[in-house]
Every structure is written in structure tokens, then in C-alpha cells.
């Protein structure tokens, strides 16, 4: 049986991929898709992240394809309904970059709360801006809002905990009753209400219809005055000119953002010149230890599949 992976993996678990299928690892076909649709006609199992459009088109030129597997948990450029007709198993990463994405969104949300390390230049110089960088915040007795109380939300108000931070949480697939709340010791909240009680905000949702600028300008505008908004999970759950506009007038301390409406980041961008941003190219859930996890797993899953088809 034939597996193509079209974008980055790690290389151990490609090579137990090789001891037992035929294997083509050709991350470069993720920018050339014509080259990926004819790559895909004689695959057994697709292996992607995100940026491989696994839609309609690609389906129908891939008539063998047993299983997708991806390298992450967010399943927006797979076509499920189409997987689903074709008895195509879809195999995600679920929790294996957990762990990453939470120490991103309190690696950040730290940084951005003490607003001090910008100042590498200037202090090799010879200035000393000590007066202006004084003023920096604690996390402890903040409050962190977690929008989305999955694995990755769950893991981060863990984490949050630790820091005394006071933990509240929005989610509209999980009832106030559900014991996750009571376990992260969190206090469930409706959306509106936990963007006027909390100092930082970490978005942790899929990109669906209902969930697209679900940070618009208005419930941007019903953040607390001086909080921060982390988003890790798609970009367009965020309105980036909003978010860029409330920076640009001082409305939030700051923001950091991971993932974009459009991705690279196009040139021309309103959070171009936006202040206290902290924007990175999609790399939350990336770390060694992170891509080990999850490319072991989506191998093993792969394997599973292929395996169960063919008895």
C-alpha cells in the first residue's frame, strides 16, 4: 500500500511508516497542487497538516484513499462530509501537541503582562529604560477567560492555575454541570460575560460558520479595557482590523496571534503596525517533543487503518 505525506513530519515516524508501506514523503507538494492531485491518485493514505486542502477535488482525484491522517487536531481543510461518503477514516493528532499550545498561550500571556522584553537593543546601546518598563503586571490574582474548554483549554487553565490566576471558562458543547469545570476548578461563563470579567482571553475553538469573527468589533469592544486576547486556534475566529484598531487606541495591553484569516500573513496587513502584537507563523503546537508525539500517532493511526483494510 502506497502513503504520500505532502507536508512536514517527523522523520522517525516516517521511516517506521517505510518498514511497512510504500512511501513517498514529499513535503514540497503542499505549495504545488497540481502536483498533489496527481501524486494522490494512487495513494493509499494522505498524510497533511493544514495547509493541504484535503476538498472535493482532491477526494476525487485520490479513488483509492483509505485513510487522511493530520498532523494537528484542527480538521477545517478536510472535507469530513466527503471522508465520511467514501468510508475515508480521518485521523487526527487529538491532544498530542497539547501540551505545546498551552505553554504558548502562557509563554505569551506572561510576556505581555510584563511588557519588558522588547528592550534587548536599547539596553546594549547604553540606554536604560527602567522607569518605562517598571510598570509591567503579574499574573497572579488575574483572571484567565478560556473560550473553548477542550483538551488544550483545559490543559492551559492547569497551567494558569499554577500562577494563582482565577480560572473562568466559555463553551457551548459543555454544560455548567459537566464536572471539567469543577476538576479545572473553573466557573463557566456565557461568552459576553467572561470578556468583561477576564484579563486575558485564550480562544481555543474549531473554525465553523458559528464561530468565524466570533471576536468581532463589538465583543472586542466588551473585553475589559487593558486586557490581552491570545489566539492559537484559527485566524478567522478573530476580525484582525478590529483586534488591530482596539490596540492601536490603547483599548487592550496587547495580543498575540498564531494563526491568521489568510495564511502567510499578506503583505498590507492592518496588524502590520498594530503595538504590543506578538504574531507568529502558525507554530504554537510545534515543538521537538510536540512533533514527535504527533506524528507518531498519526502513523500508528495510519497503520491501524491501512491494516484493517487490508484483511
Known sequence: MRVL?????????????????????????????????EAAADADALIVRNRSQVNAELLAAAPRLIAV??????????????CEARGIKVIPATGANARAVAEYVIGTMLSLLRGAYASTA?????????TALSQGLEAHGRTLGVVGFGGIGRLAAQLARGLG?????????LPSAHPAWQEAGAEPLALDELLGQADVVTLHVPLTPETRHLLDAARIERMRPGA????????????????????????LRGAALDVFEQEPLPAGSPLADAPNLILT????????????????????????ALDARAR
Open 5 to 37: 505525506i505532502s507536508e512536514f513530519m517527523d522523520a522517525p515516524a516516517v521511516d517506521a511508516l517505510r518498514q511497512r508501506f510504500d512511501v513517498r514523503y514529499a513535503p514540497e507538494l503542499v505549495e504545488q497542487r497540481a502536483a498533489l492531485l
Open 69 to 82: 491522517g493530520r498532523l494537528g487536531v484542527g480538521l477545517d481543510n478536510i472535507d469530513l462530509a466527503g
Open 122 to 130: 536599547d539596553v546594549a546601546a547604553g540606554a536604560w529604560p527602567r
Open 165 to 173: 490566576m482565577r480560572i473562568v471558562g466559555s463553551d457551548a458543547a
Open 228 to 251: 490581552i486576547l491570545i489566539n492559537t486556534s484559527r485566524g478567522g475566529i478573530v476580525d484582525e482590523a478590529a483586534l488591530a484598531a482596539a490596540l492601536r487606541a490603547g483599548r
Open 281 to 304: 507563523p502558525h507554530i504554537a503546537g510545534l515543538t521537538q517533543e510536540a512533533n514527535t508525539r504527533v506524528s507518531d500517532m498519526v502513523a500508528a493511526g495510519v497503520t491501524m
